[in-house]
């Protein structure tokens, strides 16, 4: 796992403090949940011995490329929500720490074929898996009015998502949506030029979120870690928009994705985590500069009890 093409893939983002944050030992069993170009992958696996041992999953099969042939190495290709399962069947019952970049790696952004940006015209795909399910096109095609709309808002927080939805619904009549170049047209009298990169990112990412379900995954992982972590063991989180990091700073501090919060008979909160990081870490302004993809990062860190 060469570290040039974990960097040509994509940047491993806050690199020293996801590894200060891991504080992996020697011996330990660690899963990174976003193995992508293997950067941070590579990280751990320098810092374990000849009996620790690390998982990595990932759902794209572009990414199982960058797989290093080590014996203290395993690839997954499955979504991470599936963790309980696959740590079940390689018989693993307890981990020290797992790592979720959950950010969408510089390959599927650059990705000329993929639809995840609206800067590059293709097939609207967008999916992480492209071995089975709906595509952005397909979503755009069949939801509903009131379905769409509650997308756009709900995942991308956009203002105008009725009226976009219902262009969507009524342009579909006459066209259907294939190429990210249809969304755009469709888009044009909702987003004037000058506001394109602040809204097409929102209605993209919230496109990108429904097809890859990437809240429920988020919640099944984080259910999974409170499972399996041992005591003392590591969660590292890094989100890049606030409904993920709302979801993550939830169950850290409340014990569920819902932040609703539940006391024992003493008053305690039952949450089987502590904060490690109390203020969330964020990128240094040296690492924006050299990967401004980086800027939107938010790192959390918690330590199971």
């Not at 994509?10 to 030992?25: N, Q, S």
């Not at 949940?33 to 998982?55: E, K, W």
């Not at 395993?74 to 020290?96: I, K, P, Q």
């Not at 952005?136 to 939801?143: E, G, H, I, K, V």
Request: aromatic fraction near 8%; hydrophobic fraction near 40%; glycine fraction near 8%.
């Amino acid at each position: 796992m060469a570290e040039n093409t974990a960097a040509t893939y994509h940047v491993p983002v806050m690199l020293d403090e996801c590894m200060e944050g891991l504080a992996v030992k020697p011996d330990g069993v660690y899963v990174d949940v976003t193995f992508g170009g293997g950067g941070h992958s590579s990280a751990i696996l320098g810092r374990l011995s000849g009996r620790g041992h690390l998982y990595a999953f990932d759902r794209d099969a572009d990414s199982e490329a960058n797989a290093v042939d080590d014996p203290r190495f395993t690839f997954v290709r499955s979504n991470f929500s599936y963790l309980a399962n696959f740590m079940r069947y390689y018989g693993v019952d307890a981990l020290d720490g797992v790592l979720a970049d959950l950010g969408v790696s510089s390959h599927h952004l650059d990705a000329e074929d993929r639809g995840f940006s609206f800067r590059r015209d293709a097939v609207l795909d967008m999916r992480m898996n492209t071995r089975g399910g709906l595509r952005a096109c397909d979503l755009l095609n069949t939801y509903d009015e009131e379905r769409l709309a509650a997308v756009l808002r709900g995942y991308g927080e956009v203002r105008n998502a009725r009226r976009i939805a219902a262009a969507v619904v009524r342009n579909r009549e006459t066209k259907p949506f294939v190429t990210v170049a249809d969304f755009l047209e469709v888009l044009k009298p909702f987003v004037p030029p000058f506001a394109e990169k602040k809204e097409l990112p929102k209605l993209f990412q919230a496109l990108r979120i429904e097809v890859n379900d990437e809240m429920g995954s988020l919640c099944s992982l984080l259910r999974a870690c409170g499972k399996l972590l041992k005591p003392g063991g590591r969660l590292v989180v890094m989100t890049y928009h606030s409904l993920e990091d709302r979801i993550v700073k939830n169950f850290i501090k409340t014990g569920n994705t819902d932040g609703t919060v539940e006391k024992d008979f003493y008053g305690r909160v039952t949450t089987c985590f502590r904060q490690v990081n109390p203020k969330v870490i964020v990128p240094g302004d040296d690492e924006v500069a050299r990967n401004p993809r980086s800027r939107s990062a938010k790192l959390r860190i918690a330590e199971r009890l």
